[in-house]
């Protein structure tokens, strides 16, 4: 059975999407920026922008039904090499012990405030 989950942001209705979607016992969750979709606010650091992007994902696998233990794969998207370094050390306190396989890549967001995103695909264990 499919189930859609929403985070709220106006980005999944205006652009059609969303923020995660549930098959069988797969969660994948869309790439998420740093906004706080509450307030609709973007902090400007990378360490900011990456903790609200762990904090909105963290909120939609609970919503369905899963925790970051239950990542298999993140792919990481920044804007530039060096906010690898300062990001690292963030993304280890939540999948230092998960260990998930990983990608990071450097390139262009939708976005100029936008300085990371973040997806990942979760796997239900039985």
């Known amino acids: 059975m499919r189930r859609l989950i929403s985070s709220g942001s106006p980005f999944e209705t205006t652009a ?5 979607v ?4 797969w969660c994948f969750v869309s790439g998420t920026t740093g906004y706080d979709y509450a307030t609709m606010t973007m902090p400007e650091s990378v360490e900011d922008q990456t903790r609200n992007c762990l904090s909105t994902i963290g909120r939609v696998l609970e919503d369905a039904g899963f925790s970051f233990a239950d990542v298999v794969r993140c792919h990481y998207y920044v804007t530039e090499a060096a906010f690898a370094d300062r990001v690292f050390p963030i993304l280890g306190e939540t999948f230092g012990a998960v260990r998930p396989a ?3 890549i450097v390139c262009g967001l ?6 990371i995103e973040i997806e990942v695909t979760a796997l239900r264990r039985g």
Do not use: F, W
Request: no cysteine; glycine share 12%; proline share 6%.
């Open 102 to 104: 990983a990608t990071m």
């Open 110 to 115: 939708i976005r100029p405030e936008m300085r």
């Open 16 to 20: 059609g999407y969303s923020r995660a």
């Open 22 to 25: 549930v098959q069988g016992n």
